[in-house]
């Protein structure tokens, strides 16, 4: 499938199977005007999408303090129809910007506030989010290292940049380097999204990633649904109250040989205190040899299968389809060359300094 | 090996193979005055023992408030010696301690003040660690879970429990209740050494444990050392100073067309910054396949293989050998009755109330 198609398939696939808006790069004004207009159709109107935005423009500044000409096409777009922008650069400290954890986020937010600032002067309003998916370079072979602590530091920092400007964050977890479902899998994605979670963003992506974000899993997916669930309850801290210091209950324990087995206390009080995992095995070895010594990717299969068998979408009506395939003939008509006309890109200067010399 | 032997034979291979101090739990007046004259025999005295102290004792209360007779014998040997205790109660919200985890808080901080002031009574400056093993038991099956968000919970406010008390701690980490080298041991042995070592606890155990403590491996434990250097990391957080604002580099890269990888900035940082863990893998996919496709389980093998292959411990003297066979067979002379009648135990009542009806 043409890239330059994408953006119409996927959107068709959303509006028949998913409940929960959607986002995407806003990679073009072409593009980016196809979403909206696909999205139109399905939600019943552009009155309606600006009314009740849908649609999520994903932003990337390109580091070193470059904006591209494609994407800022896009956002203009996005921010003309009031769809949300989410404004995240993607630096490799130590390749695209410097090498120190506090450099990068200097120079990354030049990079966010300066698109964010455009945002406003297109639309005043245009909700957006103050994003980051910046990390290292991994020094010894060069790669984006998504699944390092150095990663969790600076999505922590960018959590407090933007509480600091009092604009809604996004952060990245459960992200990982592993290339299959191992130890490094397990800690890295808890890493990064215990980080990104605990800091307090509003808007947490890239669950079911692993490879660097270049792979999904379903499974995976399922587990982090558990991990967010395990975090939520961590985030949640010890209640300090009366009735939980249960100084009553102990003496109970302890004068009247009673034990906490019995107590009311204890069934009042443990759904609201204790997190109960679905996939996680906490069972003896004995019984979980019985049950087939399974790992926790094949719990989560299982659960996937059973998901895929019964969940439905929303559907679409045989008008909108109809609709829908008409503008999808219209994209797959367009040539790249027709695409690259569209986008008014001139080949050799693609791009718009941000600070460029003018810096002090 | 009868268990009355254990901590003979293990004290041995102590002395033969490691550099570092040991614990063991003090399991009683006879093992423990064994453990003393052992490490004594081991060390050149007992006065170089006192004066320097190598054994850790490990104490548990028994939860709920009970202090059991042949634990309290031991602590009095460690107490009276000089020997560090490390006092930790090991209850289980819902089951042994109330459910509601500032309740199990409340008791088994009376649990473990009452024996750490039982050790300042016996030998006053006595040097005590404020521990912490408790966790819930999940409410499905009764197994106590130490690898949950509530075990860490109670692992963070033991930490600040003991920082309030002025009282060095000890956490648990690197915990899980998976039985495989999965996913789920990956993010819960993370997840429970994150929150010990960020909550400042002093001391740390459970290395390379799985399956609830039940189960230990080599790979793990190698592992456990690259999650805590990454944690080391992570806590170290980012340093604010004018070189790693880095804003002279940025402006270069924006006015001078120089790239961040040219820098003498980059060059000179990079180690202060970067941790570079030595078995998390990071290549891409088509090198990691050319190099194996290993799991971080297969790549810790192999570091394992070549540390008990490379690495030499201490060794002893045959004089000291000598002296360490001839304790050994007055340790396994002694049969299971000398051992109950060494230590007073009456079996109707072995324990001696903490709280007992007296509490108010």
Redesign the interface.
């Known amino acids: 499938m043409p890239f330059t198609e994408l953006h119409c398939h996927t959107l068709r696939e959303w509006g028949r199977h998913n409940y929960k808006p959607y986002g995407m790069a806003c990679y073009g004004k072409t593009a980016s005007q196809d979403m909206i207009n696909l999205v139109s159709i399905i939600v019943d109107g552009e009155e309606e999408l600006i009314k009740k935005p849908r649609l999520l423009g994903v932003y990337n500044p390109t580091s ?2 470059l904006q591209t000409k494609i994407l800022l096409n896009g956002l203009f777009i996005f921010a003309k129809y009031n769809q949300p922008l989410l404004i995240s650069s993607a630096a490799s ?11 990068t ?3 990354t937010n030049m990079e966010v506030l300066s698109a964010i600032v455009l945002t406003q002067l297109i639309n005043p309003g245009t909700p957006v989010l103050y994003g980051s998916t910046n990390t ?1 370079m ?4 060069g ?1 984006p ?1 998504y ?4 990663f ?3 999505t922590i ?1 960018s959590a407090q940049l933007a509480h600091y400007y009092n604009i809604p964050s996004k952060g990245s977890g459960a992200l990982t ?15 990064t999204l ?1 980080c990104a979670a605990s800091a307090g963003h509003n808007f947490i992506t890239c669950a079911g990633t692993y ?2 974000l ?1 792979s999904e899993s379903f499974e ?1 997916l399922i ?1 982090d649904d558990e ?1 967010a669930g ?2 939520k ?2 985030l949640k ?5 009366k ?5 009553d ?3 109970k ?3 009247e040989k009673k ?3 019995m107590l009311k ?2 069934v009042k ?2 759904r609201k ?4 995992p679905k ?7 004995g019984i ?2 019985k049950n087939g ?1 399974k ?3 094949t719990v989560a299969k299982e659960r996937v299968d059973e998901i895929l068998e019964t969940q439905k979408g929303p559907d679409l009506s045989s008008n909108i389809e109809k609709q829908i395939a008409k503008y999808t003939q219209i994209v797959t008509s367009r040539s790249l060359e027709d695409y690259i006309k569209l986008e008014g890109i001139d080949n050799s200067k693609g791009t718009i ?1 941000v ?3 003018k ?1 002090e």
């Open positions: 070193p303090l400290a130590g390749s695209t910007s410097p090498v120190t954890l506090a450099g986020l200097v120079q290292i991994d020094p010894t072979n790669n290292a699944g390092s602590i150095e969790s530091l600076i920092a380097d592993s290339k299959c479902f191992d130890v490094q899998n397990g800690f890295e994605r808890f890493m215990y490879e660097t270049l995976l587990i991990m395990i975090i309850r961590g801290g010890i209640s300090v109250t009735e939980t210091l249960a100084l209950q102990i003496r324990v302890a004068t034990n906490y087995l206390h204890t009080n443990t205190e204790i997190f109960v996939l996680v095995n906490r069972e003896k070895r979980w040899r010594a790992d926790i990717i300094d600070a460029g010399v810096i």
